[in-house]
């Protein structure tokens, strides 16, 4: 059976050929900026390639099992069987390479976004802290304000009162002034009106 006719050799073009394509596809991967729809997408697509063809490789080995049980039934010898052997583990050893680049730099991409998310949390605590003692000080000034302003009106309080008994104290004295101008005055006219009566005597 040449190799274009033999099953195995189908099946490892078809392997190679969709190996090459992740190659590429890896490739473009590396260069695609992270944090991005592309990125995504192409992360998506090598993980789920690697997956098919460790799958299509585990299958190819096991029909290598099978005819390494009698090589001479398949036409095939030894040296054959480890050609094949050493071909799927290189494809296995090629494939399981790119899947744990690509999954490290998912791991890392979700690290990235996850400390980024983190750093967002703590910048919000930060400033809600920030805020919180902002409030704080202001109601502490609002505070402070409101009992000199009490104290101010005490004061100004105090202060009318005293104003208050200082005008009640003059208004008193000005009663009083007015009480003695009124008692002089009436002995100022009771005398005038007996020296009156003096003179009016003595003309007589």
Request: proline share 2%.
């Amino acid at each position: 059976m040449t190799p274009a006719q033999d099953p195995f050799y189908i099946v490892k073009d078809e392997i190679q050929d969709s190996i090459d394509k992740v190659q590429d596809t890896f490739n473009q991967w590396k260069q695609t900026p992270e944090n991005t729809g592309e990125y995504v997408h192409l992360t998506k697509e090598l993980l789920t390639s690697c997956e098919s063809i460790q799958w299509q490789v585990d299958e190819l080995e096991k029909a290598i099992s099978v005819a390494e049980r009698d090589p001479a039934y398949y036409g095939l010898n030894d040296a054959e069987i480890r050609r094949r052997r050493s071909w799927t583990n290189t494809a296995r050893n090629q494939v399981l390479s790119l899947r744990r680049n690509v999954e490290a730099g998912r791991q890392k991409t979700l690290f990235g976004h996850s400390t980024n998310t983190s750093e967002s949390i703590r910048s919000k605590k930060h400033i809600s802290q920030d805020n919180d003692e902002f409030i704080a000080s202001e109601s502490d000034q609002q505070m402070l304000l409101i009992k000199r302003q009490d104290e101010e009106l005490d004061a100004l309080s105090a202060s009318v009162q005293r104003i208050g008994g200082v005008g009640l104290t003059i208004h008193d004295e000005l009663v009083g002034q007015e009480k003695l101008l009124g008692e002089l005055s009436l002995d100022m006219e009771t005398t005038s009106n007996r020296l009156d009566f003096v003179q009016f005597s003595s003309i007589s």
